[in-house]
């Protein structure tokens, strides 16, 4: 990592004094190196070259089938990513918010979890969301301005996206906390739960309490942190001082960084940190080290704010290639197999497009239900005063 | 999900069924009769637990509940409603207690973005069921941040319901039936009153929740009040009845959903309104009874609708208070220049 003082305190009688948006040359380099090297503790198994080594701390067993089951989910959720990026652009979606680059992340996390685990996640977890079984029709409708997620949370233990930097992270705890009030952690039946959230996350609130909070009472939660280096157009350095992991030492349970483009090593160790938290040893920080490489969403433009260099350097460490290449010297998968999930890929692709472009509008009365549990009879008769309203246009139309 | 149905005649009955309580008992025991009546209810604040809370309100419930039920939370607003959430999606009803109503905003993110409105964004599949009580208003000469009304706040936001007792029956009836209600309820005590005595049946609810209610009939204005100015406007009653002026006082108790129907009623027969609150005056419930009285009773009325409220300032120095909060006097002349209208 490149120290922070570089980026605040220049050298008396240095170059021209560096700001976090106008970095000088040498920021720029001592940057690329930090995005670029996830330092010494980085758990790897797979290399961006597509070699398997090992590491004293982690390994996992897995199998041609089940590593073939990863390059799949990873290849069809970029797919998922780069369709709906393009139904943005093609005016069908408000916004999209892209994973690109951050497929192994996710489902290596995803993964790594039980049915009976429960998952809180911020809003690029759509790899996440594809290991709860949702399908990525039903992410459209919060992106088109349909809905506002229509899966049943409770029922895919997948919580609603949340879009404010940081809430989800007490709601985890809270929910983790119940895990162990209801005598469900303790052995290897046990429950635990996953929160999601980034790099940027870590400066809010709620994020330090979420910590505080789960470590007091022992919570059997796993901190997911995919530190994609950039939040928007803020580097982590302006985030932390210290390497993300780094921080979990602070509030008492133990910080791992783990290779985020490497879905084996990501599954090794959310699969460990989980277990450890269904026996009663949470909560445990992950930080996945990854790279957004794509914009923040469709709206941004990361061109204002990095450098291309860095994008290519990442490609190199693109997260489905490595798993390609090693699947194909162990001769574990053939053309044949690539092809499918090529065809699957399309086929998903197609459902997408075809799903989107026929979302029908919410009725206007969607505007007032559900507010309440039990009602409310003042909202009530301002809807009826409204529909009335809406009524009184030819055909009913406003 | 809906409570167990409960007999609360047998959950908490004490020998005798009327008793004189103090609002901070009535509260504390109907805290514990919704403990007893459903295992899911926990409480969480902060030094609630083998303190009783500041004002002992959840006095000896960590002793008889435990820990896992009474949780002295760290100290942290946002910490206590954030895991709030995550515990009522795991299918608790937690009972948050938030110190004094100025520490309330570092949980504001979490009410608003949260609390409010989980149950919309997931069209019913998530219920919020959380009761945050917050001890409120002035008059206990206190520091800054320790006699503030920040009701308004709340009531302005959609997907949370918002009420306040001012006496111990409603103080012990009041408090359960939050428990009980599956959306968010903003409980608002009214701190300066807590030891203020009324007689309590612990086995006849007095009504339901969401309704307000008339506490004195009288003929020749209105007046509508909430909390701790309930009894500021019972005593101005009672002056102005010396006098020859005969006033309704309604409490409203439920301050999202308004229940305003008692009001116009009594405004269409009397003609004439003042509304008293501790809060500032302005985007207040005040303001919003005067707008929907004006709409709704407009050819009943005599004259303007008259607020009495705190001013539109921060909470004063509280040797100032005195002047700041409405009192007697202050309620009896806008009811004078109402009359003179």
Known sequence: MSSPEQWTHPEPDAAPAATAAKPTAEQVIAGLRATDEGGADLVQLLTPEGERVTHPDFDIDITPEELRGLYRDMVLIRRVDREANALQRKGQLGIWVPLLGQEAAQIGAGRAMRETDMAFPSYREHGIAWTRGINPTELLGIFRGTDQGTWDPVEKRFHPYTIVIGNQVLNAAGYAMGQKFDGKVGDDEGEATMCFFGDGATSQGDVHEGFVWAAVYDAPLVFFCQNNQWAISEPTERQSRLPLYQRARGYGFPGIRVDGNDVLATLAVTKWALDECRHGNGPILIEAFTYRMDAHTTSDDPTRYRLSDELEMWKLKDPIERVKVYLVRQQWADHEFFESVEADADKLGEELREFCTNMPDPPAERIFSNVYAEGNPNLEAQRDEFLDYVSGFAGGEH | ?341
């Open chain 2, 1 to 341: 999900m809906a409570a167990p149905t409960m007999d609360r005649s047998t959950a908490a009955a004490p020998a005798t069924p009327v008793q004189t309580l103090t609002i901070s008992k009535a509260l504390n025991m109907g805290l514990r009769a919704s403990m007893e009546a459903n295992p899911k209810v926990i409480m969480m604040g902060e030094d609630i637990g083998k303190l009783g809370g500041v004002f002992r309100i959840t006095d000896g419930l960590q002793k008889d509940f435990g820990e896992q039920r009474v949780l002295d939370t760290p100290l942290a607003e946002s910490g206590i409603i954030g895991t709030a959430v995550g515990l009522a999606i795991r299918g608790y009803r937690p009972v948050c207690e938030i110190q004094f109503d100025g520490f309330i905003f570092p949980g504001f993110d979490q009410i608003v973005s949260q609390v409010a409105k989980l149950h919309y964004r997931t069209q019913g599949k998530i219920k919020m069921p959380i009761v945050i009580r917050v001890p409120f208003g002035g008059g206990i000469g206190a520091v800054e941040h320790h006699s503030e009304s920040p009701e308004s706040y709340f009531a302005h936001t959609a997907g949370l319901k918002v009420v306040s007792c001012s006496n111990p029956a409603d103080a012990y009836w009041m408090i359960q039936q939050a428990i009980d209600c599956d959306d968010p309820v903003l409980f608002f005590e009214p701190k300066r009153r807590y030891y203020e005595k009324g007689e309590v049946d612990t086995t006849a609810q007095p009504g339901k929740l969401f309704e307000s209610r008339v506490l004195r009939s009288g003929t020749d204005a209105t007046l509508v009040a909430y909390g701790p100015m309930v009894r500021t406007s019972l005593d101005a009653a009672n002056a102005a009845a010396e006098d020859g002026t005969s006033l309704e006082v309604i409490d409203l108790r439920t301050l999202s959903p308004l229940d305003l129907a008692p009001v116009f009623e009594s405004v269409r027969r009397t003609g004439r309104l003042v509304v008293v609150s501790e809060a500032p005056s302005e985007s207040s419930i005040a303001s919003e009874i005067a707008a929907k009285v004006q709409q709704e009773c407009f050819y009943s009325l005599q004259a303007p609708v008259l607020r009495v409220t705190g001013f539109d300032t921060p909470y004063p120095p509280s040797k100032l208070e005195e002047e700041f909060l409405p009192d007697l006097d202050r309620v009896l002349h806008a009811v004078d220049r109402s009359l003179a209208w």
